[in-house]
C-alpha cells in the first residue's frame, strides 16, 4: 500500500507541475500530504518543521551564496567585461573567430559566474551585435551564444552541482573537477561545429578571420587580470586542496570584493545590488531544494525508491540501455521543467538505482549537470533561448534562436555519448586527487 502512495504522490507531483504551480510548492504539498495520509497529520507537520533547518544547516550549502555573491560582484563591477575582447585577441585568426570567441569567452565568465543564464545573458549582450555586423546570421549568432551559455553550469563554480553532491552525499570539488573537463569537452565541440558551418555555409558564419587593427592581445589580456586572477586564486585552491569547494566560496566572494575594490569599481550600488541578487537566488534556490528534501523522505516512506532500485535490478539492463533510458529521460522533463526543479525531482528515484549498479556518482553527477544544461537549449522552454529573445530581440525571434542551436544540439549528443562511452574521460582528473 505504501509504494501504490508513492506512485500516486509522483503522479500527483508531475499533475502540479504540468498546471505550473511553482517546483518548490508542488515539492512541498505533495510529501506533505502523502506523510499526513500514510502516518496523520501531526507526523507531516513535524516533518515541515524540521526539514527547512536540517536542510539549510548543511555546511556544503554555505558555498551556494558564497559562489553566487562572487558572480554577482564580478558581473556588476565589470571585471568579466573584457573576455571578449581578450578572447577575439587570441583566436582572431582562426575561422570563424568571432563565434568561436564568445563560446571561450563564455567558458572565462562561466569560471567566476556559476549560471547559464547569467552567462548567455552577459555575453549575448556584448556578442551578438558584433557577430550580425561582421556577416554572421542573426539565427546563427544568437544560437551560439544561448549554446555557449550552458557552459556557465559546467565548469565550476557550478550551483548546479553543489545542490548535486548536497544529495547526492558526494565530494562536490570532486565532481567541479570532473566538470571542467566536460566543460571544455563542451566547448571544443561548439568550435567544431562553427569551424564546420564556415566551411560548409559560409553564407551564415563568414570564414574570414578577424581584422587584426585595433586588436592588441597583450592590452586584451591584461584587462582580464582581475578576472584571471580571481580564478587562478580559486581554482588553485581547489585543485591543490588548499581548501574545500565550501571554502573556495568564501574565498572568491572575498576575492571579487576585494579586486573590485582595489580597481577601483566596487561602489555601495553595485554591492548592495549584488547582495539583494545574492539573497534572492539563494532563497529560490533553498526552498527549492527543502521541498527536494522532502519529497525524498516521502519516497523512503513509502518504499517506492527501494521498490524501483529492485525492479531496475532484476530487470537486468545493461549499461547502455540504463544510461538511454536516464538521457531520455533528462532531454524529455528538460524541455518543460528548469534545471533545478528536474533535477531535484528525480534524484530521489535515481540515486538509489545507481548506488545498487555500482556506478560512480562522481561521474554520473557531471553527466547529471551535462543533461540538464541540454533542456536550457531545447524547446519548447530553453530559458537560455528567451534570455538572449530578451536581449537581442532586434535580431532574432524566438523561432530564430531554436533553429540557430540545432547543430549545437548535435554536438551536446555526441559529448554526452563521449561521457557515457568513457567514464575514465570525466573521472581522471579527480582520480588524481
Not at 53 to 68: D, Q
Not at 244 to 260: K, L, W
Not at 337 to 364: C, Y
Not at 371 to 383: D, K, Q, R, W
Request: charge should be neutral.
Amino acid at each position: 500500500m505504501s509504494v501504490v502512495t508513492g506512485v500516486f504522490g509522483v503522479i500527483a507531483l508531475f499533475v502540479l507541475l504540468a498546471l505550473r504551480v511553482p517546483v518548490a510548492l508542488a515539492l512541498i504539498a505533495v510529501p506533505f500530504g502523502g506523510i499526513a495520509w500514510l502516518l496523520g497529520l501531526a507526523p507531516a507537520i513535524g516533518i515541515l518543521s524540521n526539514t527547512p533547518f536540517s536542510f539549510v544547516a548543511n555546511w556544503t550549502l554555505s558555498a551556494v551564496p558564497m559562489f553566487l555573491l562572487m558572480g554577482f560582484v564580478s558581473f556588476h563591477a565589470g571585471l568579466t567585461g573584457g573576455l571578449f575582447e581578450a578572447a577575439k585577441a587570441v583566436l582572431r585568426r582562426i575561422p570563424g573567430a568571432l563565434a568561436i570567441s564568445s563560446i571561450f569567452a563564455c567558458s572565462g565568465f562561466a569560471a567566476v559566474c556559476g549560471s547559464s543564464l547569467a552567462t548567455a545573458a552577459a555575453m549575448g549582450r556584448i556578442a551578438i551585435p558584433e557577430m550580425v555586423k561582421s556577416g554572421y546570421s542573426a539565427s546563427f549568432a544568437s544560437g551560439s551564444i544561448a549554446a555557449g551559455g550552458t557552459i556557465g553550469a559546467l565548469i565550476p563554480p557550478s550551483i548546479l552541482m553543489i545542490i548535486y553532491g548536497v544529495f547526492a552525499e558526494t565530494s562536490v570539488t570532486r565532481v567541479f573537477v570532473g566538470g571542467v573537463t566536460i566543460g571544455l569537452l563542451t566547448a571544443l565541440a561548439y568550435s567544431i561545429v562553427v569551424l564546420l558551418t564556415c566551411w560548409l555555409r559560409p553564407d551564415i558564419a563568414p570564414p574570414r578571420p578577424l581584422d587584426a587593427e585595433g586588436l592588441n592581445t597583450r592590452r586584451a589580456l591584461l584587462d582580464i587580470w582581475p578576472v584571471l586572477l580571481l580564478m587562478l586564486v580559486v581554482f588553485g585552491g581547489l585543485f591543490t586542496g588548499t581548501f574545500t569547494a565550501t571554502e573556495a566560496g568564501a574565498v572568491g566572494a572575498i576575492g571579487a570584493i576585494a579586486i573590485s575594490a582595489l580597481t577601483g569599481r566596487m561602489t555601495w550600488t553595485i554591492f548592495k545590488t549584488s547582495m539583494i541578487e545574492t539573497l534572492q537566488t539563494s532563497a529560490s534556490l533553498f526552498i527549492i531544494g527543502i521541498g527536494a528534501a522532502m519529497f525524498t523522505r516521502f519516497l523512503g516512506l513509502t518504499g517506492l525508491s527501494n521498490h524501483i532500485s529492485s525492479l531496475v535490478s532484476g530487470a537486468e539492463l545493461g549499461y547502455v540501455h540504463l544510461m538511454l533510458l536516464v538521457v531520455v529521460l533528462y532531454l524529455i522533463l528538460g524541455m518543460f521543467m528548469e534545471p533545478f526543479g528536474a533535477m531535484l525531482v528525480t534524484l530521489p528515484v535515481l540515486l538509489p538505482i545507481f548506488r545498487a549498479e555500482g556506478i560512480d556518482l562522481v561521474w554520473f553527477g557531471v553527466l547529471c549537470v551535462k543533461l540538464l544544461e541540454i533542456g536550457m537549449i531545447t524547446p519548447p522552454v530553453g530559458l537560455n533561448v528567451f534570455v538572449i529573445r530578451n536581449v537581442a530581440s532586434q535580431y532574432a525571434s524566438v523561432a530564430q534562436i531554436f533553429k540557430g542551436v540545432i547543430p549545437f544540439l548535435a554536438a551536446d549528443l555526441v559529448v554526452v555519448a563521449l561521457a557515457i562511452a568513457f567514464p575514465s574521460f570525466i573521472l581522471f582528473l579527480p582520480s588524481l586527487m
